[in-house]
């Protein structure tokens, strides 16, 4: 079992930029893949991207390809979600999440989430 601590939301103009973390522990990450999901007011939960620890290949949503990055740094087990260009409606509680495949990452059943930290944009 992997857990997940997000941190790094807030509140953010249309058209700025906010970087969420996700620190993870308590597995070898050779073998993961880690994501991010969100949830808007409304709105049933959404896959936003994913990238493979191992390699670091990344594959986004059409919703935000182009405007956010997802990277890693394996020294310190971190996943960062960099995110450009907000819209109003990038508004959601964002789940960080991991699984030892990141196919199941892109199909919503990841084995272990965060606890989620909200990001609003104001318009």
């Not at 906010?18 to 050779?30: E, P, V």
Request: proline content about 2%; glycine content about 14%.
């Amino acid at each position: 079992q992997v857990q997940l601590v997000e941190s790094g939301g807030g509140l953010v103009q249309a058209g700025g930029s906010l970087r969420l973390s996700c620190a993870a522990s308590g597995r070898a990450f050779s073998t993961l893949a880690m994501g991010w999901f969100r949830q808007g007011p409304g709105k049933e939960r959404e896959f936003v991207g994913v990238i493979v620890w191992s390699g670091g290949s990344t594959v986004y949503a059409d919703s935000v390809k182009g405007r956010f990055t997802i990277s890693r740094d394996i020294g310190k087990n971190t996943v960062y979600l960099q995110m450009n260009s907000l819209k109003p409606e990038d508004t959601a509680v964002y789940y960080c999440v991991a699984d030892g495949s990141s196919r199941r990452i892109a199909a919503g059943t990841p084995a272990s989430w965060g606890q989620g930290t909200q990001v609003t944009v104001s318009s």
